[in-house]
């Protein structure tokens, strides 16, 4: 059945952390370890405005 809903938490908002969200021992932070993903940021320099 359809009931009008309220707007109460609408305006709420979540911050959420990658340090939080991804496990200790997920696959991604070992090979983070090992790898330098810096070269990255050359790549995309020209995609960000200042």
Do not use: A, C, N
């Amino acid at each position: 059945m359809f009931h009008k809903q309220t707007m109460i938490g609408r305006g709420q908002m979540g911050f959420y952390s990658l340090e939080d969200l991804v496990p200790q021992d997920h696959l991604l932070r070992h090979i983070d370890q090992y790898v330098d993903f810096d070269f990255i940021y050359d790549l995309v320099v020209d995609k960000y405005s200042l």
